[in-house]
Each structure stands twice: as C-alpha cells, then as structure tokens.
C-alpha cells in the first residue's frame, strides 16, 4: 500500500501570492486533515475533509480553504500569503474520521519572502 | 489548547531503555492516549495508543495509571535512530473531535 504523499516538497513565495498544496492519501483512506507546522512548534490542526466534506476546522481564518476530490485526495490553497504563513504544511490520512489514527505525509515546506 | 504536560527534553544513553513522561489529568471516559514522534524534517509517525489497559507493539510499551492522568512511554532499547521529538495527545477516536491536537513534545536525545 502507498503511504500519504505531499507536492511541492519545497516552495518560495511572496507576500500577497496564492499557494495550493497537494496531497494523496494512503490507499483506503477516506479522510484527509490538514496541519501546519511553525518552527519548533507542534503542528496545529487547520481543517479536516470526510468524503468531500469539510469535518472539521482549527483557528485559522478564512484564506485558508482546502478541497477533497473523489478519490479522497486534498488541496489546502492559502490566499493573501503573509510572512508568518511560512510553515511545513502537513497532511495526514486516516479512514472515517480518525479511526484507527492517521498517517502523515513528509509535508511542503513554504517559505513567503 | 494540549490536554497533556511533557518535559521538554531528556535524553539517555544508547541501549537503555527510554521512559517518557506525559501528564493528561483532565483526560475525558471517551479518549485515548496516542504517542506520535517526528524525526528532524520528517512528518509525524504513529507509536502506539491505549485507553486503559497497558499495550506493547513492536516499537513500544504504553503504561497508562489507573486513574488515566498520566502515562509513560518506554523505548526498551533506544538507539541512535529514535532521537526525535515525542508527542503525547489524547483524543476521543472517532468523530469530528477526532483531530490530532498537538503541544509542544518532549525531545528525546540519544547518546552513544
């Protein structure tokens, strides 16, 4: 089976730009949330999809909005980057909500100047 | 906000067996404990979890008290490989509170 897989793995862009990250979940699973990761910090929870649905949303405001396709993989689009946006973006898979625990992937790591 | 209190860091010597504290007095019937690690620029990775019994799989041992509010995680032979920060969450396991909720960790240093 094929793990949780994360592109860019790398990105740089400045202030104001947009940005979509992408991710594929692990075979089988049908959920897929997403967390950003500042540095030396723990990852914070930003919003979570459950068959197409969003499930779920931490503390983060609305220019962050994310997508789950039929085949259960996601986009995490940012709009207006800020410099403090800069950040490992993580994704994680799991099968209904959580059951069971979720798989991460090695995450993208953006970089606003 | 984490529901759970680690140490920072610790470390311990190659071999030996590693215990990690965690502390989660508030922990709820419904939730588990789950230990995740993250390896420098690497995504989280699942250890382990339990409710209340004691669990063992091929990574680690879980020992949670009786009365839930804390746990230890034990690496019984730690090599240099688990040098990683080490993340105690307690979480119910299903539902839309199923999210990870993360704190700050405990940096575990392994030395030779």
């Known amino acids: 089976e094929t793990g949780v897989t994360q592109s860019p793995t790398h990105l740089i862009k400045t202030r104001g730009q947009q940005v979509t990250l992408r991710c594929s979940s692990q075979s089988g699973h049908n959920t897929v949330s997403w967390y950003q990761q500042a540095l030396g910090q723990g990852p914070q929870f930003i919003f979570q999809?459950?068959?197409?649905?969003?499930?779920g949303r931490g503390n983060f405001p609305p220019r962050f909005s994310g997508l789950q396709f039929p085949n259960y993989s996601s986009e995490l689009n940012v709009n207006a980057l800020e410099l403090d946006d800069s950040a490992l973006y993580l994704c994680a898979s799991s099968l209904d909500r959580g059951s069971g625990g979720y798989t991460f992937g090695s995450g993208t790591r953006l970089t606003v100047v | 906000d984490a529901k759970t209190t680690q140490p920072p860091s610790m470390d311990c010597a190659e071999g030996r067996a590693a215990n990690l504290p965690c502390n989660h007095s508030?922990?709820?019937?419904?939730?588990?404990v789950y230990w995740y690690r993250q390896i420098h620029s690497q995504g989280p990775q699942y250890i382990i979890h339990g409710l209340k019994n004691n669990e063992t799989n091929e990574m680690a041992s879980l020992i949670i008290t009786e009365d839930r509010k804390s746990s230890t995680l034990i690496l019984p032979h730690a090599t240099l490989r688990d040098t990683a920060v080490y993340y105690c969450?307690?979480?119910?396991?299903?539902?839309?509170?199923?999210?990870?909720?993360f704190g700050k960790g405990i940096t575990l240093s392994v030395r030779p």
């Open positions: 999809y459950y068959r197409e649905e969003e499930n």
């Open positions: 969450i307690v979480r119910a396991n299903t539902g839309a509170n199923s999210k990870l909720t």
């Open positions: 508030t922990i709820s019937g419904n939730e588990y």
